[in-house]
């Protein structure tokens, strides 16, 4: 069973940067995509940014966090991060990691971690 946990969260002023991680377990993710969600209070979740575990690439963007956001993984430590810098307000919501078979929908979630942007 696959098993993600986020670390790395926390509240930080416009413009600094955080580097968010998840640990994988559980699981050969040779064949996975790996990606981070968001959800920001009365909003739905929307996704971020995703990368396929086995090659490190491609990797996908949101419009919003394009050239500010950065996802990498490290297959030795089995973690993906997603290094945030210049962050805004708006970026501001919980960050879920969550797993996917290539060709396949997001099967697998993790808890979340808070994110919070001051102006």
């Known amino acids: 069973q696959v098993q993600l946990v986020e670390s790395g969260g926390g509240l930080v002023q416009a413009g600094d940067s955080l580097k968010l991680s998840c640990a994988a377990s559980?699981?050969?993710?040779?064949?996975?995509?790996l990606g981070w969600f968001r959800q920001a209070p009365g909003k739905e979740r929307e996704f971020v940014a995703a990368?396929?575990?086995?090659?490190?690439?491609?990797?996908y963007y949101a419009d919003s966090v394009k050239g500010r956001f950065t996802i990498s993984r490290d297959n030795a430590k089995n973690t993906v991060f997603l290094q945030m810098n210049s962050l805004k307000p708006e970026d501001t919501a919980v960050y879920y990691c969550?797993?996917?078979?290539?060709?396949?929908?997001?099967?697998?979630w993790g808890q979340g971690t808070q994110v919070t942007v001051s102006s």
């Open positions: 969550a797993a996917a078979r290539i060709g396949s929908n997001y099967s697998a």
């Open positions: 559980g699981h050969t993710f040779s064949s996975y995509r």
């Open positions: 990368i396929n575990w086995n090659s490190g690439a491609p990797t």
